[in-house]
């Protein structure tokens, strides 16, 4: 189904451009265009709008679609890949005590070198959910 789209969105948007860049210059803006165009009549211009405007509607219409599809179904998730709901610490927090001698530092290399000898991986290991 959103393949379908897809190439729908392609199409349009190709023929948009298509029928966009058809259209006679009215300003002139870089200096080029004016003159007697292309299409030069005054029916052909109001075919081109007409179409311009249909081309646009589908164009945001496929457009809509396609994020809204993308978006069904799906459910928060963290940047790691884990559920949002379901995010939490990996390990037990271990309670930090103040420190009684030395600086904030000294106390900060004794709790992580305490972590590392409570868990030492063998290996590179997954992230897990609990």
Do not use: C
Request: aromatic share 6%; hydrophobic share 40%.
């Amino acid at each position: 189904m959103q393949t379908v789209v897809i190439i729908i969105h392609l199409m349009i948007v190709a023929t948009l451009i298509a029928t966009v860049l058809l259209q006679k210059s009215e300003g002139g803006g870089l200096g080029i265009g004016g003159g007697a165009g292309f299409m030069s009549s005054r029916g052909t211009a109001n075919l081109l709008t007409r179409a311009t405007a249909i081309l646009a509607v589908g164009f945001f219409a496929t457009s809509l679609f396609l994020s809204w599809w993308a978006s069904y179904g799906h459910k928060p998730t963290s940047i790691l890949g884990t559920p949002a709901s379901q995010s939490q610490p990996a390990g037990p927090a271990t309670p930090v005590t103040p420190p009684t001698s030395g600086g904030i530092l000294d106390s900060l290399k004794k709790t992580d070198e305490q972590q590392q000898n409570q868990q030492a991986p063998s290996g590179p290991q997954a992230p897990r959910s609990q």
